[in-house]
């Protein structure tokens, strides 16, 4: 099993920032952030392996960056330029040899 503790999560005025934290309780390959809203299904934001390959969902290119800290089997999203549409519950993500495994989930609001 993968326990996954989320934080940074909050309220932010439209075109600040938030930095989410993902700390894995053993090394992945890859971890990534999907979100969701009420009504919707979960969609990934971003995800990165090991090596540091990324993938980036449209809506967030140029604006979100993910990054891992190996050592600390950790990974991060830091979200700048928000925009409402970005309001959502963050979920983080690991798939590796023990399957999909997710985090709890930390709200992020944006305000108008």
């Known amino acids: 099993q993968v326990q996954l503790v989320e934080s940074g999560g909050g309220l932010v005025q439209a075109g600040g920032s938030l930095r989410l934290s993902c700390a894995a309780s053993?090394?992945?390959?890859?971890m990534g952030w999907y979100r969701q809203v009420p009504g919707k299904q979960r969609e990934l934001v971003a995800d990165?392996?090991?090596?540091?390959?990324?993938n980036y969902a449209d809506s967030v290119k140029g604006r979100f960056t993910i990054s891992r800290d190996n050592a600390k089997n950790t990974v991060y999203l830091q979200m700048n330029s928000l925009k409402p549409e970005d309001t959502a519950v963050y979920y983080c993500?690991?798939?590796?040899?023990?399957?999909?495994?997710w985090g709890q989930g930390t709200q992020v609001t944006v305000s108008s």
């Open positions: 993500n690991s798939r590796g040899v023990l399957g999909d495994h």
């Open positions: 053993r090394s992945i390959f890859r």
């Open positions: 990165i392996t090991s090596g540091g390959s990324t």
